[in-house]
């Protein structure tokens, strides 16, 4: 592991270093790891969300167990998937109007 001994000091606005931290925290990082990779010109994405998250794992489930399940069972877990979708679909749609108050400090 390098070891990380320098420090660097910048200064913002109050509204920049906002903004910052909500970026940093849409990506699941902290403030300075956010800085360092846009820094270093690497990629930063989103982290996605826990319901998202979830969504995945009801398809690697119903992937794993598909020959196995019955017909009933099959449609079940894609009813609970397509509504968790929808919810995931319409949460993000709000979201992409630029406010990102709702993200905290």
């Known amino acids: 592991m390098i070891q990380k001994n320098t420090d660097i000091h910048i200064r913002v606005s109050e509204k920049d270093k906002k903004a910052l931290q909500r970026y940093a925290?849409?990506?699941?990082?902290?403030?300075?790891?956010?800085?360092?990779?846009?820094?270093?010109?690497?990629?930063?994405?989103?982290k996605p969300s826990e319901a998202l998250h979830d969504c995945y794992?009801?398809?690697?489930?119903?992937?794993?167990?598909?020959?196995?399940?019955?017909?009933?069972?099959?449609?079940?877990?894609?009813?609970?998937?397509?509504?968790?979708?929808?919810?995931?679909?319409h949460e993000q749609e709000a979201d992409s109007g630029g406010n990102d108050q709702d993200l905290g400090d």
Do not use: C, F, W
Request: no cysteine.
């Open 25 to 46: 925290k849409r990506a699941g990082l902290s403030l300075s790891a956010y800085l360092l990779m846009s820094g270093l010109n690497q990629p930063i994405h989103a």
């Open 57 to 89: 794992s009801v398809v690697v489930d119903l992937q794993q167990t598909l020959r196995q399940s019955t017909e009933r069972s099959v449609e079940q877990r894609l009813n609970y998937l397509h509504d968790k979708l929808l919810v995931v679909y």
